[in-house]
């Protein structure tokens, strides 16, 4: 995320993120399996990917309050439920293939650091869906609307949200 960021304020999360996964605490967690992870396979379009495919059913998913009931679409694994991060919101959202993740907007700034799969973005106060691949960053100010819409591959994307009040 830090060699990616191109602005200091996406620097400043990738930072946050860096300076604390290198010796983060692990805490104790039960792992949870939704429905989406049976798309597991076709995860491989990189080599983080393939990574996160030996981990991904070792994790806590849990739905989306953004999705409810829709656990075989969409999951996404809280990652300060595994780690203990400070002042940092870090997880994984998982979109199975042809899911729409819906727009929404937050107080804190947010990274996205897409793992896998290819799909349109609506991030950085942009009112278009632009296509995002594998290996690229995101970056929402605070408020911005963002939404994802994903295509024909399962989309792994690992998030950080800074600057809570």
Not at 22 to 27: M, Y
Not at 122 to 145: A, C, M, T
Request: aromatic residues 10%; negative net charge.
């Amino acid at each position: 995320m830090v060699f990616c960021a191109e602005h200091p304020e996406p620097l400043e999360g990738a930072e946050q993120f860096l300076t604390q996964v290198v010796d983060v605490p692990l805490l104790a967690f039960d792992a949870s399996h939704l429905g989406v992870l049976d798309s597991l396979s076709q995860v491989s379009d990189t080599g983080l990917a393939r990574r996160f495919q030996n981990i991904a059913s070792t994790l806590p998913w849990a739905e989306s309050h953004r999705m409810p009931g829709m656990g075989d679409k969409a999951a996404l694994c809280d990652l300060n439920a595994v780690f203990e991060f400070k002042g940092i919101a870090v997880g994984l959202l998982y979109l199975n293939k042809n899911v729409e993740y819906p727009q929404h907007d937050h107080a804190p700034q947010e990274l996205y650091l897409v793992l896998s799969g290819t799909a349109a973005w609506r991030y950085g106060g942009n009112e278009d869906y632009k296509i995002v691949p594998p290996g690229n960053l995101i970056y929402n100010q605070p408020f911005d609307l963002h939404g994802v819409r994903n295509g024909g591959a399962p989309l792994v994307a690992l998030y950080v949200l800074w600057g809570f009040d």
